[in-house]
Structure formats: structure tokens, C-alpha cells
């Protein structure tokens, strides 16, 4: 992998592993930002068109995901896959991030498949918009 690439994606790998921990801690930072103001965590989807958004209800799922411990069968719904994708991205960006920083030679098989899971999650992701609309 030639090295502005491997920069490249090096920069990518980051920016991807602080956004699933954005998800992650994504409900302490609702109630911070509700706390400021309430008008900020308000759905603008559902404010404009009076329907529910197709991530509403996430950070609700996200804040009650203790219950998966209890309860395995939290997990076996859209919100739950996605959360686990989520945790898989952590430790795969960690992954990336080590493979990168001492340059093994799998990186360029690596960088495939990284494109290939994201492109079948966001397939998935897109199926699930799609279909959420039709539904409600």
C-alpha cells in the first residue's frame, strides 16, 4: 500500500472508531444535550413529516441495552444488530489502527475486506430504511 494511502487510511480507521464510540456513549451525550436544551435532541424527521424516523427509538435501545445481558433476545432487532456492528467497528478499527502502525504485510487483503463489511452494512442499512418506510 503505497503510503498517502496508507495515511489515508489510517486517518479513516480513527475518525471511524471515534464515531462508534460516539454511538456508543451516544445517550449520556442526549441527556447532556437535552439538559442544554431540549429543542436539540428533538427529531427533526418526526417534527417535519409527523412520523416516526427509522432510528426512532435508538437511543432509547441504546440507554436500555443492559437489558441484553438478561435478556439475549433484546439484541434480535434492528436496533440490536446495528449495536452489535457497532462493537464489532470498535475492535476492528483497533485492529486496523495496530495492523497499520506495524505495517504487516496483509494490509492491502485487510483494506478489502474492510470495504466489502461496510458495503454489506450499508446494503443491510438501506434495506432496512427502505422497508421501514413502506411498513409504517
Given at each position: 500500500?503505497?503510503?498517502?494511502?496508507?495515511?489515508?487510511?489510517?486517518?479513516?480507521?480513527?475518525?471511524?472508531?471515534?464515531?462508534?464510540?460516539?454511538?456508543?456513549?451516544?445517550?449520556?451525550?442526549?441527556?447532556?444535550?437535552?439538559?442544554?436544551?431540549?429543542?436539540?435532541?428533538?427529531?427533526?424527521?418526526?417534527?417535519?413529516?409527523?412520523?416516526?424516523?427509522?432510528?426512532?427509538?435508538?437511543?432509547?435501545?441504546?440507554?436500555?441495552?443492559?437489558?441484553?445481558?438478561?435478556?439475549?433476545?433484546?439484541?434480535?432487532?434492528?436496533?440490536?444488530?446495528?449495536i452489535l456492528?457497532?462493537?464489532?467497528?470498535?475492535?476492528?478499527?483497533?485492529?486496523?489502527?495496530?495492523?497499520?502502525?506495524?505495517?504487516?504485510?496483509?494490509?492491502n487483503t485487510?483494506?478489502?475486506?474492510?470495504?466489502?463489511?461496510?458495503?454489506?452494512?450499508?446494503?443491510?442499512?438501506?434495506?432496512?430504511?427502505?422497508?421501514?418506510?413502506?411498513?409504517t
Amino acid at each position: 500500500m503505497d503510503k498517502k494511502l496508507k495515511k489515508n487510511y489510517i486517518y479513516t480507521a480513527y475518525t471511524l472508531l471515534g464515531m462508534a464510540i460516539y454511538v456508543i456513549f451516544f445517550p449520556i451525550f442526549a441527556k447532556a444535550l437535552n439538559f442544554l436544551s431540549p429543542n436539540l435532541t428533538e427529531c427533526v424527521y418526526k417534527k417535519m413529516t409527523g412520523k416516526p424516523c427509522p432510528f426512532c427509538g435508538g437511543t432509547r435501545y441504546i440507554a436500555n441495552i443492559g437489558k441484553a445481558l438478561k435478556d439475549p433476545s433484546y439484541l434480535f432487532h434492528p436496533f440490536g444488530f446495528i449495536i452489535l456492528f457497532v462493537i464489532f467497528e470498535v475492535f476492528f478499527r483497533i485492529f486496523c489502527i495496530y495492523s497499520l502502525k506495524t505495517d504487516k504485510k496483509y494490509i492491502n487483503t485487510m483494506a478489502i475486506v474492510d470495504i466489502l463489511i461496510h458495503s454489506i452494512a450499508i446494503l443491510l442499512l438501506v434495506i432496512y430504511e427502505i422497508s421501514f418506510l413502506y411498513l409504517t
